[in-house]
């Protein structure tokens, strides 16, 4: 399974670091990413990881923004976020890809909420 | 980036009657070396996060009833629901795994009539 942490009301301009504990399975196995949805509104691919930390890739509206990263010996994910605007506020989710595959996904967190207000 | 539009944002559908979701990519996501579609269909329940239900257009994901079937190729595609019962109430997406970045379309609510 997959336990997002990190989630909270932060102000704009503000940071945050998401967190993505996985088990039950290799986790150092798997490519990693994260997506997002505003309240009431669709899926977002946000930023996704090799398994070794090699590459990552990020969403263009937000790659200044984003730093994806990984610990494969604590079976965790992360997401930094600065310079939080009021439209980043939105459901975060970790996803793991299906096996053999790098952008299906098969497995989800509950989500994290992140709320941008003043 | 591929662009996915759905079609229709919503629909209303009887108890035991067809649902029926289009889902439409800006460009093909049939791959011509494995001639095979790399489109996904999702379900979202509130305030749950989305459940993996076909991949490669038309095969059902684990445990996923076959009263839910997809089909399409190339840039059109299909999700049915062929009798629907109350526990399929919910957004349906669709999903491109072609390239990166991974893109959705916008979603279709599925209501009981």
């Known amino acids: 399974q997959l336990v997002e942490s990190g989630g909270g009301l932060v102000q704009p301009g503000g940071s945050l670091r998401l967190s993505c504990g996985a088990s039950g399975f290799t986790f150092g196995s798997s490519w990693m990413s994260w997506f997002r949805q505003a309240p009431g509104k669709g899926l977002e691919w946000v930023a996704s990881?090799?398994?070794?930390?090699?590459?990552?890739y990020y969403v263009d509206s937000m790659k200044d923004r984003l730093t994806i990263s990984r610990d494969n010996a604590k079976n965790f994910l992360y997401l930094q976020l600065i310079s939080l605007r009021t439209e980043d506020t939105a459901v975060y989710y970790c996803?793991?890809?299906?096996?053999?595959?790098?952008?299906?996904?098969?497995?989800w967190g509950q989500g994290a909420l992140v709320t941008v207000s003043s | 980036d591929v662009v996915m539009t759905q079609s229709p944002g919503s629909v209303s559908v009887s108890l035991g009657e067809r649902a029926t979701i289009n889902c439409k990519s800006s460009q093909s996501v049939l791959y011509s070396v494995d001639n095979k579609n790399y489109l996904a269909w999702y379900q979202q329940k509130p305030g749950q996060p989305p459940k993996l239900l076909i991949y490669w257009a038309s095969t059902r994901e684990f445990g996923v009833p076959d009263r839910i079937s997809g089909s399409g190729s190339g840039t059109d595609f299909t999700l049915t629901i062929s009798s629907l019962q109350a526990e399929d109430v919910a957004v349906y997406y669709c999903q491109q795994y072609y390239n990166t970045p991974p893109t959705f379309g916008q979603g279709t609510k599925v209501e009981i009539k």
């Open positions: 996803a793991r890809p299906r096996a053999g595959f790098v952008r299906l996904f098969d497995l």
């Open positions: 990881q090799k398994q070794d930390g090699t590459e990552k």
